[in-house]
DNA sequence: GTCTATAGGAGGATAGAC
DNA sequence: GTCTATCCTCCTATAGAC
């Protein structure tokens, strides 16, 4: 059996990507989770905003492993990026568009109302698009570009996830796929 | 004075825009709106989800005019998608990164949890990406190439919203602006 | 049409037994 | 560490006077 705050923190995870900050009640965590309420408290005892902060950095984490791990693994940079949003597309049909970024939802909603939370989704986004960055430089792409072409690609995807999701389709991921690969092969040539 | 119900309808609209669905109380728009609470459900007798259904729709026919007005008035299509991004950016500062895009908060947050609203959300943005579409079809780039463009342009927006929200630095909305126009000048050459 | 009061339930959080 | 009972606040929604 998982240790009941790993089992707390995953189900979190889930949940307030999914749902949202305000959205995600408590009570339904524990209830996934199969933990009991005082649980939270006595692991999380920031309550629901530590709770989310957390998720937030873990979300954080396991993403920046995918990034890493598709693009090192494709045979260059531009074949890296575009399984990544193949691999995106591919991820939000099998969960039948429940599961894209597991942070925007938050990140959305909390910009205008909690600054903590802010904060934490803003460091997110700047770990992915540094880790990003970093393999276009590698690739032979100078500093600035390689930063504004991962803010890009990054945007790109984040945007095609909420057209996705709303429409149940993956034509906009397919669509700014295309387009972000097409952008990063020309800054190559 | 502004009729009652267009003042619930405006308020609502702003306040599910930054808050979403969930975060945004039925007390906190009538104390705004300067209603009461019963003028609500007297206007709106669906309640919170109709109010919400309603503010998405509204929000999409502005937005739409807004698109229009913005690409019609530029000298060509080029232009005009460069300063809607210019336009997105500045009034983004102006409101202290308050205001992007006025349902996605709500079209993240509903997408697994409420369908009727997931629906509105996905015919404004298909509403939105037809009017690009048209306007590139118009300058000549070949039906499913301008869909496919209007989609990843709308995209980009989206997701820059997100980041640049999050951050608030317009980085990455002027990342995703030149290089959406990038991609647009090519399809026209 | 507008207002206030309030029902009825769900929210986050705490206390204290085990 | 875990669990249950419970506090108190806030939520959506309704009722009914004006």
Redesign the pocket.
């Known amino acids: 059996m998982v240790?009941?705050?790993e089992r707390i923190l995953h189900t979190s995870t889930e949940l307030f990507g999914r749902q949202g900050?305000?959205g995600?009640?408590?009570?339904?965590?524990?209830a996934e989770a199969?933990?009991?309420?005082?649980?939270?408290?006595?692991?999380?005892?920031?309550?629901?905003?530590?709770?989310c902060e957390e998720a937030i950095r873990t979300s954080g984490q396991i993403y920046l492993h995918l990034i890493e791990a598709v693009i090192d693994t494709a045979p260059d940079v531009t074949e890296g990026v575009r399984d990544f949003f193949t691999g995106a597309g591919a991820h939000l049909v099998a969960t039948d568009y429940a599961d894209a970024c597991p942070i925007a939802t938050i990140a959305l909603e909390v910009a205008s109302t909690n600054d903590e939370l802010r904060r934490a989704t803003a460091d997110v986004f700047e770990l992915w698009v540094a880790a990003a960055s970093d393999r276009l430089e590698t690739a032979g792409i100078p500093p600035h570009t390689a930063r504004e072409l991962s803010l890009f690609a990054l945007a790109a995807l984040e945007g095609a996830f909420v057209l996705s999701q709303a429409s149940r389709s993956i034509e906009a991921i397919e669509a700014a796929g295309t387009n972000v690969v097409a952008c990063i092969r020309a800054a190559l040539s």
Request: no cysteine; charged share 10%; net charge positive.
């Open positions: 240790a009941t705050k900050f305000a995600t009640g408590m009570n339904q965590i524990v199969q933990a009991a309420l005082g649980s939270i408290y006595h692991f999380f005892p920031g309550g629901k905003e530590q709770l």
